[in-house]
C-alpha cells in the first residue's frame, strides 16, 4: 500500500470510529480499530484523540487516559489536543489536583497548553467558586500572548456572573467593545443568561436592548431566559410584555417557554390563561418531557382536578417517562390544599413503596394540612418521626399549634428551635409571643423575648 492510500484508509478509518463514537457505541469503534490494524492501516494521533475524546465523555477520566498508554505502544506521542480532552474530563469531575498532574506532564513532554487548555481550566475554577484563580487564568492567556477566542469571553463573562459579579461582568463586557470586541449572539445570550442568574434584570434587558440594536435577531432562548427572569423577580408584567413581544416577532414557542409561561400563570391564580396555555402546548404538538408534565400537573393540581392528575401520571408511565421525586411532592402538596390528608397520606406512602424515600417538602405539606384541618395530635406525631426539620418545617407548626391555642408547646417547640440556631418565621414568633401574653402565660413570654435575643433575632 503507498503512502497515499494509506493516509486516505487512515482518514476513512477515523471518520468511521468518530461516527460510532458521535453514535455512542464505543465496542463497534473498538472492532473497527481493531480490524483495521489486523488488516494493516495504522492508527495515527487523531484516531487515538476520537477514542480518548469518546472516553471521556462516556467512560471516566481513568478509562481515557488509558488510550495513552496504547498511544505509547503504537509509538505515536501525544499532542495538545489529547490532552485537552483530559482536561476537559477532569473539568467536569472538579478534579483540580488531575489537572495539576495533567499541566506537568504537558511540561515533561515539552507539549505547549493552547488557548482551549486554559480555557477549561479558567471553567473550572469557575465552576469551584474559585474567583481569583479564574482571573489569574485569565491573565496568564494574556501574558503568554495567546489570542483570546470568543470562547475565552464568554468563560469569563459567565464565570463573573455566577459567582456573584454581574456587575463586573458587564464593565469587562463594555470595555470589550470599547476595544474593538464585536460580540456575537453567542456572547450577549451568555451575558443575559449570567445576568438573569444574578437577578439583574434591569441590566438583561439593557443587553436585550443591544442585541437588537446590533443587528441580531435575539432567538427564542435569549426571550425565554429574560422572561423567567422576569418572572422570578415577582415582575410578571414586564414578563408578559416580553411575552407578547415574542408573540408578535413570530418566535414559536418551545416546551420550556411553554412551562415558563404556565408555572408564573399559576403563581399568581391567573387559571384561565395558564389553562389556556397548557391546552395550546399541547395542540402544538410539543412532546412533554418531565419538566413540562410536572408543570401540567401542579396546574391541574391547583385547579384540583386530581383525575387528571392521575390520567397524566399514567400516560407518563406509557411514554416510558419516570416520575421524579418532583412529580410525588406536587401531587402530596396539591391533595393538601384541596383538603384530602388522607389522599396526600396515601399518596406519600406509595412514594415510599416506589423507593422515593422520605422527602421533607412532602412530610411538611402534610404536617401544615393536618394542622390546618385541626388534627394537630397528628401533625405533632408526624413532626417527631421527622429525621430532617428545615425552618418552614418549625414556622408551620409553631402556627398551627397557635391555631390550635396550644401556646405553651408552641414556645417550647420554638425555644427548641432558636436553641438549634435554625431560622423561623418572624410571623411564627409574634404568634407565639402574643398568644401567651393573651392566654394569661407572661412569664413564659418574656422567656420567649429573652431567647429570641439571645438568638440575635430581630423581634
Known sequence: MNKRASNLSTR????TIEAFCKANELNRAELVFIDSVRLGV???VVTFNVLINAYSRLVSFDAAYSIMHRMHEAGIDPNVVSYNSLIACATRNCSLSKFADLFEEMRVRRITPDVWSYNTLMHC???LGMYQEANRVF???LIRDFSPCEATFNILLNGLCKNGSAVQALRFFRSLQQNGFVPQLITYNTLIHGLCKARRLRAARRIL??????????NAITYTT????CFRSRKFNQGFDILKEMKTKGYTFDGFAYCTVIAALVKIGRMAEATAYAEEMIGVGIELDIVSCNTMINLYCKEQKFKEVYELV???ERCGLQCDDYTHTIIVDGLCKAGNIEGAQRHLTYMNAMGFGRNSVALNSIIDGLGKSGQIDSALKMFESMGMKDSYTYSSLVHNLCKARRFLCASKLLISCLTRGMKILRSAQRAVYN?????????????LRSKIKQARMSF
Open 125 to 127: 475554577y469557575f465552576k
Open 12 to 15: 476513512l478509518l477515523n471518520i
Open 226 to 229: 429574560v422572561m423567567k427572569c
Open 435 to 447: 398568644g401567651l401574653q393573651h392566654a394569661g402565660f407572661p412569664g413564659e413570654a418574656r422567656k
Open 42 to 44: 495504522l492508527p495515527n
Open 209 to 218: 436592548k443591544d442585541v437588537e440594536a446590533s443587528g441580531f435577531v435575539p
Open 314 to 316: 399514567d400516560e407518563i
Open 139 to 141: 491573565n496568564d492567556i
